[in-house]
Antibody, heavy 121, light 110 residues
Framework: DVQLLESGGDLIQPGGSLRLSCAAS????????MTWVRQAPGKGLEWVSG????????YYADSVKGRFTISRDNSANTLYLRMNSLRSEDTAVYYC??????????????WGQGTQVTVFS | QSVLTQPPSVSAAPGRKVNISCSGS????????VAWFQQVPGTAPKLLIY???KRPSGIPDRFSGSKSGTSANLGITGLQTGDEAEYYC???????????FGGGTQVTIL
């Protein structure tokens, strides 16, 4: 069974930094693109960033471009999201999700349980 | 304000059918395929439809998707109480070079 386990969420002040991790198991991690999606309290889904299977093509939402960096370690079956210059509007549950193909799409067939990031002053 | 527009809510009795619309533009739905997700409160989203009308394994054929021009539609037939959830459409936006979701539609079983 595919399993995605996010970690690294925390309470943090504006301007701070965090690194989220997503440990993958149950599939050949290096064959699939991965994506981060977030959901603010009581709000809808917001796509954050995607990374292809090789880790060479990255995509970001305008709201996080220049502040967040997506990366992966295929030898460790782990996806990361480095978040800098955090703002109150970054407060959300962050989900990692597996794509159906090696290229970044919105065909996200497996999701983790999410990790909470709260930015407060 | 979401890039893709969905109705906030739809409702129907058990066994009936609902349709959920998703309206976009030439840079997103008009040019790219659409996915649909179901999210039960407190849980992660689940992929229901991808590439406009394909169902992942395990998704019943009560769920169907279609696309025409800059709009897409999710149909749910034979409504069950377990279908009560929030439903989101999503697609790639070529102008943004990123993916976008609709604002979500709450399905209520009467």
């Amino acid at each position: 069974d595919v399993q995605l386990l996010e970690s690294g969420g925390d309470l943090i002040q504006p301007g701070g930094s965090l690194r989220l991790s997503c440990a993958a198991s149950g599939f050949k991690f290096s064959d699939f693109a991965m994506t981060w999606v977030r959901q603010a309290p009581g709000k809808g889904l917001e796509w954050v960033s995607g990374l292809n299977s090789a880790g060479l093509s990255t995509y970001y939402a305008d709201s996080v471009k220049g502040r967040f960096t997506i990366s992966r370690d295929n030898s460790a079956n782990t996806l990361y999201l480095r978040m800098n210059s955090l703002r109150s509007e970054d407060t959300a549950v962050y989900y990692c999700a597996k794509g159906l193909t090696e290229e970044v799409t919105l065909w996200l067939d497996s999701w983790g349980q999410g990790t909470q990031v709260t930015v407060f002053s | 304000q979401s890039v893709l527009t969905q109705p906030p809510s739809v409702s129907a009795a058990p066994g009936r059918k609902v349709n959920i619309s998703c309206s976009g533009s030439s840079s997103n739905i008009g040019y790219n395929s659409v996915a649909w997700f179901q999210q039960v409160p407190g849980t992660a989203p689940k992929l229901l439809i991808y590439e406009n009308n394909k169902r992942p394994s395990g998704i019943p054929d009560r769920f169907s998707g279609s696309k025409s021009g800059t709009s897409a539609n999710l149909g749910i037939t034979g409504l069950q109480t377990g279908d009560e959830a929030e439903y989101y459409c999503g697609t790639w936006d070529s102008s943004l070079s990123g993916a976008v979701f609709g604002g979500g539609t709450q399905v209520t079983i009467l």
